[in-house]
């Protein structure tokens, strides 16, 4: 993706950037509202760069009370659209009166242990874009078994498809894919730099089928999947990943610090590159 540029007279071209974006999934960590509060305020200090976190729901207003809503964000949201007897459920509109901005949809932990299939996905998906100004993080990603098949690309793109099916393409400016390998969460196998962003830009190959090839330039792609200060600028080099979603190393101050801090030579080369550009002379 390419954008024009107009410096001196002439119009040079320089390479879109897409803003990096480091996510903290707390799940149900930590122990208590102290500890949640507690390490709210040690990021509170950390602002360099988009930061997001998402604390379980009972610790949600205290976090948005450190952090404020829009590095906040809920771990989940109700598919229906509705209030009533439903035990246990959120709402979307709860969730934006906490002032929260992003919600995430479809984690692999919602999918295996909370049976929540492509509609209820599809469902979520669209109850967090229904609220004024929430962007929805939609996660996605195969097994080992579906690595293993050589299927990871085709389960990547039904998952999307399903996810945002009859999602307007205006509404795709608040959307973010996570893309998170199941087997890759939690276990300490990180996915290879490479590997992982050979699916990205898969990924954005099924955007551009779904909607057009500016959609699938703009739109944030995350990795996930034990990302920690030893591999996240490895990870973070490669062309289509903008950012990663993170789960165990999010809970550790140190640690989160340093992988919000990861190298950037992406942003470097571009900036050096449009800095070229935009004091490159009129030619007579
Ligand atoms: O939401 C976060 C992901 O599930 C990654 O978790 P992890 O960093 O503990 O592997």
Redo the contacts with the bound molecule.
């Keep these: 993706m390419l954008v024009l540029i107009a410096a001196s007279a002439v119009a040079v071209e320089v390479p879109m950037l897409r803003k990096t974006l480091v996510?903290?999934?707390w799940?149900m960590n930590p122990g208590s509202l102290a500890e949640a509060t507690e390490l709210a305020s040690s990021l509170a200090a950390h602002e360099a760069r988009d930061v997001i976190v998402?604390p379980p729901f009972p610790f949600a207003h205290a976090v948005t009370s450190v952090l404020g809503g829009d590095k906040v964000g809920s771990q989940d949201i109700c598919h229906l659209d509705t209030k009533g007897a439903f035990t246990g459920e959120v709402s979307g509109p709860m969730i934006a009166a906490l002032g929260i901005k992003t919600v995430?949809v479809g984690?692999?932990?919602r999918r295996v242990f909370f049976g929540d299939d492509d509609d209820v996905v599809a469902a979520k998906v669209k109850q967090t874009l229904a609220l004024d100004d929430v962007t929805c993080m939609l996660?996605i990603g195969e097994t080992r078994d579906e690595r293993d098949q050589g299927i990871t690309v085709d389960i990547c793109n039904v998952q999307l498809s399903k996810a945002l099916a009859g999602i307007d393409a205006a509404l795709m400016d608040r959307v973010v894919i996570?893309y998170?390998p199941v087997w890759?969460?939690?276990?300490?196998l990180v996915c290879e730099p490479e590997v992982a962003q050979d699916t990205h830009a898969a990924i954005r190959t099924c955007l551009a089928a779904i909607y057009d090839e500016d959609i699938a330039a703009n739109v944030r792609v995350l990795y996930?999947?034990?990302?920690?200060p030893a591999s996240v600028d490895d990870i973070m080099s490669m062309p289509d990943i903008d950012g990663v979603?993170?789960?165990?190393?999010?809970l550790v101050p140190d640690s989160f610090f340093r992988i919000i801090r990861f190298e950037d030579p992406k942003a470097t080369a571009i900036a050096e590159e449009g800095v070229k550009n935009i004091v490159q002379p009129v030619s007579a």
Excluded at 184 to 188: K, L, V, Y
Excluded at 224 to 228: L, P, Q, W
Excluded at 245 to 250: D, E, H, I, P, T
């Design positions: 996510a903290g999934n799940k998402f995430l984690h692999s932990e996660c996570a998170e890759a969460i939690g276990t300490g996930g999947g034990s990302v920690s979603l993170v789960g165990g190393a999010s």
